[in-house]
T-cell receptor
Framework: KAGVTQTPRYLIKTRGQQVTLSCSPI?????VSWYQQTPGQGLQFLFE???????NKGNFPGRFSGRQFSNSRSEMNVSTLELGDSALYLC??????????????FGPGTRLLVL | LAKTTQPISMDSYEGQEVNITCSHN???????ITWYQQFPSQGPRFIIQ???TKVTNEVASLFIPADRKSSTLSLPRVSLSDTAVYYC????????????FGSGTQLTVLP
C-alpha cells in the first residue's frame, strides 16, 4: 500500500505571497492532520480534517487554512507568507475508527523556504 | 491539553539498551501514547503505541506505569542507524482533541 505523499517536496516563496501544499493520504484513510516543524518550536499541530470537515485546530493564525476533498486528499494554504513560516510541513493520515486506537502515518513533508 | 516533556539528548553505544522517558502529567483518561522516530528531513516514522502497562513489538517496548503520567520507550541493542530524534505523541480522542508532540530526544549511538 502506498504511503502518504506530499507535493511539492520543496518550495521557495517570498514574503507576502501565498502557498498551497498538497497531501494524499494512505488509501482508505479518512483523517488527515497537518503539522509545522521548525528547529525552534518543534512539531506543532496545525489542524485535522475528517470527512471533509475540520475536526480540530491548533494555535495558529488565520493565515493558515486547509481543506479536505471527498477523496480524502487535503490541501493547506498559507497566505501572506512571513519569514517565520519557513518550516517543514508534515501531513499525517490515519483511519480514525471510533473506539479504536489510531496510528498516524506521516508523509515526507514539504520544505518551505520564505525569502 | 497534555503537555509532554522529554530529555533533549541522549548518547549510547552500539549494542546497549536505551530507555527514553516522556512525561505527560495531565494526560486524559482516553489519551494514549505513540512514539515516533525521525531522521533529518524526513517525516516521523511510527515505532510503537500503547495505553497502559507494557507493549512490545519487533523493534521496541513501551512501558506505561499505572498513573500513566509518563511513558518509557525501550530500544534493545541499538545500532548506529538508530541515531535519530525520538518523539512521544499523546493522542487525545473526541472532537476537541489536540495532538501534542514532545520536544523530541536526539539519540546518538556511538560505535
Amino acid at each position: 500500500k502506498a504511503g502518504v505523499t506530499q507535493t511539492p517536496r520543496y518550495l521557495i516563496k517570498t514574503r507576502g505571497q501565498q502557498v498551497t501544499l498538497s497531501c494524499s493520504p494512505i488509501s482508505g484513510h479518512r483523517s488527515v492532520s497537518w503539522y509545522q516543524q521548525t528547529p525552534g518550536q518543534g512539531l506543532q499541530f496545525l489542524f485535522e480534517y475528517f470527512s471533509e470537515t475540520q475536526r480540530n485546530k491548533g494555535n495558529f493564525p488565520g493565515r493558515f487554512s486547509g481543506r479536505q476533498f471527498s477523496n480524502s486528499r487535503s490541501e493547506m494554504n498559507v497566505s501572506t507568507l512571513e519569514l517565520g513560516d519557513s518550516a517543514l510541513y508534515l501531513c499525517a493520515s490515519s483511519l480514525l475508527v471510533a473506539g479504536a486506537q489510531e496510528t498516524q502515518y506521516f508523509g515526507p513533508g514539504t520544505r518551505l523556504l520564505v525569502l | 491539553l497534555a503537555k509532554t516533556t522529554q530529555p533533549i539528548s541522549m548518547d549510547s553505544y552500539e549494542g546497549q539498551e536505551v530507555n527514553i522517558t516522556c512525561s505527560h502529567n495531565n494526560i486524559a483518561t482516553n489519551d494514549y501514547i505513540t512514539w515516533y522516530q525521525q531522521f533529518p528531513s524526513q517525516g516521523p516514522r511510527f515505532i510503537i503505541q500503547g495505553y497502559k502497562t507494557k507493549v512490545t513489538n519487533e523493534v521496541a517496548s513501551l512501558f506505561i506505569p499505572a498513573d500513566r503520567k509518563s511513558s518509557t520507550l525501550s530500544l534493545p541493542r541499538v545500532s548506529l542507524s538508530d541515531t535519530a530524534v525520538y518523539y512521544c505523541l499523546v493522542v487525545g480522542s473526541g472532537s476537541a482533541r489536540q495532538l501534542t508532540f514532545g520536544s523530541g530526544t536526539q539519540l546518538t549511538v556511538l560505535p
